[in-house]
């Protein structure tokens, strides 16, 4: 069934954490979504209001305390390859190489050694690092890990690639050129994928469509369609409208957001 | 922009890869330099102790038959056999007995005996770890027993096992078992989330999420707890000896007590102490090859 993107749905997902004990925390709450087949969604929202969790109730690492995902025809009930995840921290082992660090969900299928290395070496070439397949990941950059993850996701061919502010820990540089990368490999496989970020450009220059979220709890403030030519260039005057457009849903969000986080603090 | 995207990708590459080479010749210079001075420091602080203890004995301030000087009591090496042809134990030992195998024998148990607590407290720990029943009916039990001296287990082990290997092997396993245990959970709860959740994403089973994830994760530091052991474990190996085994090194300690020989007694001396750096050199390198990806490690295996 793998490798045929399937579209997500959430439907009214509201996530307590610590739920029904004194530090229960409501993180998200009626959260609808959709995100067609092979479609590029990219959520943004002012940190604290729930994107990860939304995304880890996606993933099924976490259940959803009221409403249900659905991935296809499926409701989501647990993690599985048919959506694979890429975190923030690279998060690639330590102790094996980068090749067996791209196979590793193929090793847990039972694919033999001939097999999952002319696949690693496949998925490493997409994102320029043949080269490193030796290598242990202590010795990569952070844009090297975070290629390596990349592929290691998408070696087991999934439906659905959930991605969490992936280029954080990156430079402005690196952050263009993994951009690209991403590009390349979501064309190439045209997963349906829902990615994470704060910054209002890495959300111009990828997505399909901008899903913007409310300050905790997290809610769909609104969805905003980017129909730029890729590749989008940030000179473009629409680019600058659109923007403008996105700053300002979020402006009060981030406001709220601070208060609550300065309110928290206290 | 003219350059093309491949081209951007190779010419950092190459310009990286070119430092990478020239640094790594100025570290090997540095390195080695950085030995050479330590190898020299080493001989020099062993010429100072060494050349004061002749020195006195030259001098007629140390009495030779309490303190006899290194060229005295290592001349002692081709008399071993003696002390050996009545004891009890291995029936060889006699006037076969030789320093090496005294050292090889000691120097095995606490490598067995390591070693076996070093699989024994792994699967112990991991039980406990993933297990809430096992974690309520052991950890009590063992919290309560590891800080019983593995030494007054002895009696216990030789009625046990009788004499022989078994008592010493069993006594150094208890030395380390408990302590083990505890660092085998405790390094199981440090097991970053985000590693387990990327097994999971990737469709882990919980086993496939224990042998590949948790297992490798939590090895290298149940490791490093062994190495902190090793020296209580060559202490209670050699205790061990010389009550309860009668060979190795320990029993070369009581031998020495037992005819009052003083040359003995350093000689025994000596080579334990040879035989405990070499075992923690053993344990070293192998941890240099085990987890290469260890902070720390990377750089002197280059
Ligand atoms: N595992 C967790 N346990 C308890 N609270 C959590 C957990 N993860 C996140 N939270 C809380 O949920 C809220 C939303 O967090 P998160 O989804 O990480 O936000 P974002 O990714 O948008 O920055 C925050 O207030 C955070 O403190
Ligand atoms: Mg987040």
């Not at chain 1, 700053?247 to 300065?262: G, I, N, P, S, T």
Request: proline letters at 5%; aromatic letters at 8%; one cysteine or more.
């Amino acid at each position: 069934m793998s490798g045929e993107a399937k579209e997500i749905r959430c439907a009214g997902v509201a996530k307590t954490w610590a739920a029904e004990t004194p530090r229960a925390h409501k993180a998200l709450r009626d959260v609808d979504l959709e995100v067609g087949a092979q479609e590029f969604v990219v959520l943004i929202g002012p940190s604290g209001c729930g994107k990860s969790t939304l995304l880890t109730v996606i993933a099924g690492l976490e259940a959803p305390t009221a409403g249900a995902v659905y991935c296809g025809e499926e409701t989501v009930t647990g993690p599985g390859p048919d959506r694979s995840f890429v975190f923030q921290e690279a998060a690639l082992f330590p102790w094996a190489t980068v090749a067996d660090n791209v196979a590793f969900g193929l090793r847990l299928r039972g694919q033999n050694k001939a097999q999952r290395r002319g696949r690693a070496q496949e998925l490493l070439e997409r994102v320029g690092l043949q080269e490193a397949a030796a290598k242990r990941p202590a010795e990569l950059s952070g844009g090297m890990r975070q290629r390596a993850a990349l592929a290691r996701a998408m070696a087991v061919e999934p439906d659905v690639l959930l991605m969490d502010e992936p280029f954080a820990a990156l430079d402005v540089q690196t952050r263009a050129r993994m951009q690209q990368y991403l590009l390349d490999t979501w064309r190439a496989t045209a997963a349906t994928t829902l990615f994470v970020t704060h910054h209002i450009d890495e959300a111009i220059a990828l997505a399909d469509r901008i899903v913007v979220m409310t300050a905790r709890p997290g809610r769909i403030k609104a969805t905003v369609p980017v129909e730029l030519e890729r590749p989008r260039d940030p000179r473009d005057p629409a680019h600058h409208e659109l923007q403008d457009h996105l700053v300002d849903l979020l402006r009060d969000e981030v406001d709220k957001a601070f208060v609550q986080q300065e309110g928290a603090a206290r | 922009m003219s350059l093309s995207d491949g081209q951007l990708a190779t010419l950092p590459h190459r310009a990286l890869a070119q430092g990478a080479a020239r640094s790594r010749r100025v570290f090997t210079r540095t390195v080695l330099l950085a030995r050479l001075r330590r190898v020299g420091w080493t001989v020099a602080s062993l010429s100072l102790f060494i050349g004061g203890w002749e020195a006195s004995w030259a001098l007629g301030v140390l009495d030779p038959l309490i303190m006899p000087p290194p060229h005295i009591f290592l001349a002692e090496i081709a008399n071993q056999g003696q002390f050996f042809s009545s004891t009890v134990g291995e029936s060889s030992s006699g006037s076969n007995f030789s320093a090496v195998q005294a050292m090889l024998s000691s120097a095995g148990r606490v490598l067995a005996g390591l070693f076996i607590g070093f699989v024994t407290s792994l699967v112990v720990g991991l039980a406990i770890s993933l297990s809430g029943i096992t974690r309520n009916l052991a950890l009590p039990t063992i919290t309560l027993l590891a800080p019983i001296s593995p030494i007054a287990w002895l009696p216990v082990a030789v009625l046990f096992f009788g004499i022989g290997n078994a008592p010493a092997i069993f006594t150094v396993f208890l030395g380390v078992f408990f302590i083990m245990t505890l660092a085998t959970i405790s390094a199981v709860e440090q097991v970053g989330a985000t590693y387990v959740n990327v097994a999971r994403t990737l469709g882990a089973t919980r086993s496939q999420e224990v042998r590949h994830v948790i297992i490798p994760a939590v090895m290298p530091q149940v490791f490093v707890v062994l190495r902190i052991n090793l020296f209580a474990a060559w202490m209670v190996v050699l205790i061990a000896e010389a009550i309860g085994v009668g060979t190795g090194l320990g029993q070369l300690i009581i031998a020495a007590r037992n005819t009052f020989n003083a040359d003995l007694a350093f000689l025994a001396m000596t080579l334990i102490g040879i035989t405990g750096y070499l075992l923690d050199v053993v344990l070293r390198q192998m941890q240099r090859r085990l987890f290469p990806w260890q902070p720390g490690m990377q750089a002197s295996a280059a």
